[in-house]
């Protein structure tokens, strides 16, 4: 697999996620099958840095996807699942539009959907 760090610097040079990079992103993370939890926390980050920058609507779509992906591999959220959403949307002090969309994805596809991840929607 391609480095995360040089592909993150790559894709962070002009400060935001385009369509093509969004299908770089998929091809790479995707190419095992599965979005892992190193690549899970990759995606955070590249959220935090291009938030509330002109991303293409397919960053938003494709960060849901492959987060819910591993997150709900088991249909559920668990204890360590909720922590690790907890302290990835609060990292930067804010709940952005793209991870209120992730929040509700996860919401409305999970079997629970704990307290703690729905008063982060509010």
Do not use: C, H
């Not at 969004?22 to 291009?50: S, T």
């Amino acid at each position: 697999m391609e480095n995360l760090d040089e592909l993150k610097k790559s894709l962070l040079a002009d400060g935001k996620i385009d369509k093509e990079e969004v299908e770089q992103l998929r091809k790479v993370l995707y190419a095992d099958g599965v979005i892992d939890a190193e690549e899970v926390a990759f995606l955070f980050e590249l959220n935090d840095a291009v938030s509330g920058e002109n991303n293409a609507p397919e960053w938003k779509e494709f960060f849901v996807e492959a987060i819910s992906d591993n997150i709900l591999a088991d249909g559920e959220i668990d204890e360590e699942e909720v922590k690790m959403l907890s302290e990835k949307i609060g990292a930067d002090g804010q709940v952005d539009e793209t991870e209120k969309a992730l929040l509700l994805n996860l919401k409305a596809k999970a079997k629970n959907f704990p307290a703690v991840l729905d008063s982060l929607l509010k």
